[in-house]
């Protein structure tokens, strides 16, 4: 079964470019998207998600809550909080609820794939080789 990556975005734009440049990096991966974050904790419920890029800004349940329920019912999955705040309030909250990390959009393109890589690399313990792709 391969290693699964989710992508929780509520903008169709960003979350169809996210899967193509996650999907380039990580060939390796299967990525998987939704929309809300009741869908992610319901993904998260029935199957192992390595890795969840988790956008804040969610209709009905934000990702800072879904993130606090997915890290109860997955506490192995990563999550990286991939938002447009940058206010420390926010990276806290972020952090409380069990986020392994948080990349603002403003910086993903420099920092998105290396954290994934990093995270990705603690949980299996080996080294995961991202493809190289420009950002």
């Known amino acids: 079964m391969p ?6 975005e509520d903008h169709d734009t960003v979350r169809e470019l996210l899967r193509d440049w996650l999907s ?10 939704c929309k809300t974050g ?6 998260a419920a029935t199957q192992l998600l390595d890795l969840i890029a988790m956008d804040i800004e969610l209709t009905q349940m934000n990702g800072i809550e ?6 109860a019912v997955s506490p192995q999955s990563r999550v990286v909080m991939l938002t447009i705040h940058e206010e420390a ?11 392994d990390a948080y990349v603002t959009k403003r910086k993903m393109h420099t920092e998105l794939v290396p ?13 995961v080789k991202a493809s190289p792709v420009a950002a």
């Not at 890589?117 to 080294?127: D, I, V, Y």
């Open 24 to 33: 380039a990096a990580f060939s390796g991966y299967q990525i998987v998207e």
């Open 38 to 43: 009741e869908a992610a904790l319901a993904l």
């Open 3 to 8: 290693q699964t990556i989710l992508i929780v």
């Open 89 to 99: 309030d926010y990276r806290a909250a972020a952090a409380a609820a069990g986020a």
């Open 115 to 127: 954290v994934i890589k990093a995270l990705l690399s603690q949980a299996s313990g080996a080294t």
């Open 66 to 71: 879904a993130t606090r329920y997915i890290k």
